[in-house]
């Protein structure tokens, strides 16, 4: 069994910022993407950001420069600091991973964590 577990959601107010973690726990024999989502009500589920093993990282155009994806691979940790909030981001954000265990690779997803930016 694997688990993605989120936390640091919450209400901020438009200029603020919130800083998101996620931590997989189980049977975990190695990890290769892991990043965030988020789905807005109304909207599909888009990509915010992604951190390969290696590093290398990837975000949507509309949060460059504000939001910063990283990870610690020794504790299987991704995190997501986002500055400048707009209250376009006010979404629910879903922590996910592509992980190997010792039967199969898959991709895993947290149970989601509400940001809320008011104006």
């Known amino acids: 069994q694997v688990r993605l577990v989120e936390s640091g959601g919450g209400l901020m107010q438009s200029g603020g910022s919130l800083r998101l973690s996620c931590t997989a726990s189980?049977?975990?024999?190695?990890?290769?993407?892991m990043g965030w989502y988020r789905q807005a009500p109304g909207k599909q589920r888009e990509l915010v950001a992604t951190i390969t093993s290696g590093g290398s990282t990837n975000s949507v155009d509309s949060v460059k420069g504000r939001f910063t994806v990283s990870r610690d691979n020794a504790k299987n940790t991704v995190d997501l600091q986002m500055n400048l909030l707009k209250p376009e981001d006010t979404a629910v954000y879903y922590c996910?991973?592509?992980?190997?265990?010792?039967?199969?690779?898959?991709?895993?997803w947290g149970q989601g964590t509400q940001v809320t930016v008011s104006s």
């Open positions: 996910y991973a592509n992980i190997q265990t010792p039967f199969y690779r898959n991709d895993y």
């Open positions: 189980g049977m975990i024999v190695s990890i290769g993407a």
